[in-house]
C-alpha cells in the first residue's frame, strides 16, 4: 500500500504516474518537526536500501547522503552527492518500510552518521510529498513503488552489446581506426561514442565539417559492420552569434533567466553558454527536435552530458579569481594566502551560489533553479525521447543520461558517471546497481576501466568480468588518461573471450531486462532480497542477477580468488572462453574461490539454469533459435525475446521455454 502525506506547497516533479490523494493525519514511522526533519530510530540491525546513485555500501547506514546533481569527477568515499538525485529508501528490520520523499531540492539523508541510531532527513524548506509504501516483503515494496513511478525506459536489443567510448577521438579517422582494430583482433564490438570533439566548437548539433567530412557516411560504413555510432550532446549551448540553437533559443525566451530576466550565463566546455529551460514544455520540444538534425544521418542513440546542470564558471566568480590570483603578484605567499587562493579557484566549479542565480518559467512562475535543481536532467532526457518518439515512432532510440531524478527513469538509462581507474570503484559501481534498480533505472553501467586516472591491464580484465553483466556495457576513458580499448593491452585476447562470453550472455542478460522492465522487477538484487539468512543480509560484493545467476566479482588488485557466500547450493561456473569451461557443484555456505585473471567465475543458482548463444561480431549477428543451456540438468528458464527494435513490447514480445 502507498500512502502520500504532503507537507507545505510541494513542487509537482512528475516522478510519479499515478495520483494518490494525500493521507491526512500523522506520517507513520517517522518523527516530524513541521519544518523538514523527519527522525527515525534504528535497531542495530536494521538495514537501509536505496538511494540510487550514492555512494558506500548496498547498506546505506553510517554515512550522509545530499541529494543534490553535482558533476563530481574526482569522488572518493568521504563523498556526499552524485549526478543523480533518487531519494527512495527501504528500511528493514524492526519495520519494513519504503520512503520516497519527493523533493526536487537540495534534501540530506544522515543515516546513522550523526547518531548511530538515528536517521535524520532534512531539506531547507518543507515542501514535500512523501510517500510511505508497505507491503509484505522488500520486492513487493519495490514493485508498487516502480508501479507508481511507471514503466522504466525500454533500450534497443543492439545497446547490449560491447561499446567502446573516448573523450579524444578527434576525428573520422579515429573512429574508424577502432572499428578496424577490433575487428582485427575479432572482439565483438556494436558501437563507438562520439564524445564533444565531433562538434563544431562543442555547439550542439553541429559537426566539425574538416575532422568529420561526412558523418552521414560515416553512420553508414560503420552500420555495414555492425557499429552504431553514438554522439554525446551537453546542457548548454554556446553563446555564439549566427549558431541557430543560440538564436533561437534567445528569440523564443527558451533559456534560464537570471534575476534581471536575462539569459543566464555560465561556462562550460564552449566557454560562455545559456542553458535550455527544460522545465517548459515548448524549450523541450524545441531542443528535442534538435536530436532531429543526427537522427536524419542515421543515428539512433545518444548520451546526454554536464546536465546537472555542470558550471565551470560565472562570469563573476571567475572575474573574482582572476582578481584573487593577480593580487599576489610579487608577495611571499604563505600558507593563509595559499589555501585561500587555491580554495577560490576550486570552488568555481559547480559552486552552490551560482544555482541561486538563474530561473525557470514554469506556468508563468519564475522557480529559483536550486529549488528544482535535481530536475534538470531528467527534463533534458524527457526532450529527447519525446521528440524522438514523434520523430522516429517506429523505433527505440537509446538514451542514457549523467544526472537523473527518480521519473527519468522513463525517458533514458543511464551512466554513473566519471568514475575513476581504480579498484574500489568496480566495487562501488556495483553497490549503486541495486539501488538504481530500486528507482526505476535498469538501463544502467559504469565507465568500464574506469573513467579518469590511468588504468592497468589486471585492472581491465577484472571490470571487464564485471561489467560484462550491465546492460550499458561500455569501456570509456578521459581525455589525456592511459588508452584503454582492448587492443592497447597484451591480454587483449583473454578480453576479447570475455567479450564474447558476454554476447553469450546477452539472451539471457536482454531477457532479464526485459522482465525487469515489464513487470516492474529488479534485474539486480541483494542477496537479501531473496534469501532470509543472517548472512545474507551481511553481503556487500555480490549480486543475485535475475532469478538464475549470482556474481561476487574480484575487485582487488593481485587476488589470485575470492570468499564468497553461497546462500543455497549452487552451480559454480568457471570460463576462460565461452566453449571453454568448468562446473562444479557447491554447496551452500562460505567458500573461498580461486579465480585467475583470465577467468570468469559466476554461480547458477540451485535447479535453474539459463539460455547461453555462440558469440557473434555485433548482435546483429547473434543466433537466438539455435541457444545451448548452463546449469542444472533438467530446470527450465523462461526467456523473454522481442524484436529489440519495436517500441511498443507487447507487440512482439514472446515467452519461450528454455
Ligand atoms: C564529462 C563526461 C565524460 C565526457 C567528458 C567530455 O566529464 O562525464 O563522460 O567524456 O565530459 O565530454
Known amino acids: 500500500m502507498i ?249 523564443n525566451n527558451y533559456f534560464c533567466k537570471n534575476e534581471e530576466g536575462k539569459d543566464f550565463v555560465g561556462a562550460v566546455w564552449p566557454g560562455k553558454v545559456h542553458f535550455p529551460d527544460f522545465l517548459q514544455p515548448e524549450a523541450r520540444s524545441w531542443f528535442g527536435e534538435k536530436y532531429g538534425e543526427l537522427t536524419k544521418l542515421g543515428i539512433d542513440g545518444f548520451w546526454n552530458d554536464m546536465n546537472e546542470p555542470a558550471i565551470f564558471y560565472s562570469e563573476e566568480s571567475l572575474s573574482e579569481a582572476i582578481d584573487a590570483v593577480a593580487s599576489l603578484k610579487g608577495k611571499n605567499i604563505g600558507l593563509s594566502e595559499y589555501f585561500s587562493t587555491m580554495g577560490t579557484i576550486q570552488g568555481l566549479s559547480s559552486n552552490p551560489k551560482y544555482y541561486d542565480q538563474f530561473y525557470h518559467n514554469v506556468n508563468g512562475q519564475m522557480v529559483r533553479h536550486s529549488d528544482i535543481h535535481n530536475l534538470f536532467g531528467m527534463n533534458m532526457t524527457r526532450a529527447a525521447n519525446e521528440a524522438l518518439c514523434k520523430l522516429e515512432p517506429e523505433k527505440r532510440t537509446l538514451f542514457f543520461s549523467r544526472a537523473s531524478f527518480i521519473g527519468a527513469h522513463r525517458y533514458g538509462g543511464i551512466w554513473q558517471g566519471d568514475n575513476l581507474s581504480w579498484w574500489s570503484h568496480i566495487l562501488q559501481g556495483m553497490q549503486q546497481l541495486p539501488a538504481l534498480n530500486m528507482a526505476g533505472f535498469i538501463y544502467i553501467g559504469s565507465d568500464t576501466g574506469g573513467f579518469g586516472a590511468d588504468t592497468t591491464e589486471d585492472l581491465m580484465l577484472r571490470w571487464i568480468q564485471f561489467a560484462l553483466f550491465t546492460p550499458l556495457f561500455r569501456n570509456h576513458s578521459a581525455l589525456g588518461t592511459r588508452e584503454q580499448e582492448l587492443y592497447q593491452f597484451d591480454s587483449c585476447k583473454a578480453m576479447t573471450e570475455m567479450v564474447k562470453i558476454r554476447y553469450a550472455l546477452i539472451p539471457y542478460l536482454y531477457s532479464e531486462y526485459l522482465k525487469a522492465v515489464i513487470n516492474n522487477d529488479m534485474m539486480f538484487k541483494p542477496l537479501s532480497f531473496e534469501f532470509d539468512d543472517e548472512e545474507s543480509k551481511c553481503v556487500e560484493d555480490q549480486l543475485l542477477i535475475g532469478n538464475e545467476l549470482m556474481i561476487a566479482p574480484i575487485y582487488k588488485q593481485n587476488a589470485s580468488g575470492r570468499y564468497v557466500y553461497l546462500p543455497e547450493d549452487m552451480m559454480l561456473i568457471r570460463m576462460r572462453k565461452y566453449d571453454d569451461y568448468e562446473t562444479e557443484q557447491m554447496t551452500k555456505g562460505h567458500h573461498y574461490i580461486k579465480v585467475a585473471l583470465d577467468e570468469l567465475v559466476f554461480f547458477v543458482r540451485k535447479d535453474k539454469a539459463i539460455p547461453f548463444a555462440k558469440p557473434a561480431k555485433s548482435t546483429s549477428e547473434l543466433d537466438l533459435n539455435s541457444l545451448g543451456r548452463l546449469g542444472y540438468e533438467g530446470a527450465k528458464y523462461e526467456m523473454y525475446m522481442d524484436d529489440g527494435i519495436n517500441p511498443d513490447v507487447s507487440a512482439t514480445l514472446k515467452r519461450v521455454e528454455i
Open 3 to 251: 500512502s502520500r502525506y504532503s507537507f507545505g506547497k510541494p513542487f509537482e516533479t512528475e516522478a510519479l504516474v499515478v495520483k494518490i490523494e494525500a493521507t491526512e493525519g500523522k506520517l507513520p514511522f517517522f518523527r516530524t518537526d513541521g519544518e523538514g526533519n523527519y527522525y527515525y530510530d534504528f535497531d542495530d540491525k536494521d538495514i537501509v536500501y536505496g538511494l540510487g546513485e550514492q555512494i558506500r555500501g548496498i547498506n546505506k547506514r553510517g554515512w550522509t547522503y545530499t541529494s543534490w546533481n553535482l558533476d563530481n569527477p574526482h569522488h572518493h568515499e568521504d563523498t556526499h552527492s552524485l549526478y543523480g538525485a533518487h531519494n527512495f529508501l527501504l528500511v528493514d528490520g524492526k519495520e519494513l518500510f519504503g520512503v520516497f520523499f519527493d523533493f526536487p531540492g537540495k534534501i540530506t539523508f544522515d543515516i546513522g552518521y550523526t547518531k548511530r541510531n538515528e536517521m535524520h532527513v532534512y531539506a531547507d524548506r518543507n515542501d514535500m510529498n512523501v510517500y510511505i509504501i508497505t507491503g509484505d516483503n522488500k520486492k513487493d515494496i519495490v514493485n508498487q513503488f516502480r508501479v507508481a513511478i511507471g514503466q522504466s525506459y525500454l533500450a534497443p536489443f543492439w545497446a547490449f552489446g560491447y561499446g567502446q567510448s573516448k573523450w579524444g577521438y578527434i576525428t573520422e579517422d579515429d573512429v574508424r581506426r577502432v572499428a578496424e582494430e577490433y575487428a582485427k583482433l575479432g572482439t565483438p564490438l556494436d558501437s563507438i561514442y562520439l564524445d564533444i570533439d565531433y562538434m563544431q566548437d562543442f555547439k550542439d548539433f553541429t559537426v566539425n565539417p574538416e575532422r568529420f567530412s561526412d558523418l552521414k557516411k560515416l553512420v553508414e560504413s560503420m552500420k555495414e559492420q555492425g557499429i552504431h555510432l553514438v554522439p554525446i550532446i551537453d546542457a548548454g549551448v554556446k553563446i555564439e552569434d549566427g549558431y541557430d540553437v543560440y538564436e533561437e533559443g534567445v528569440a
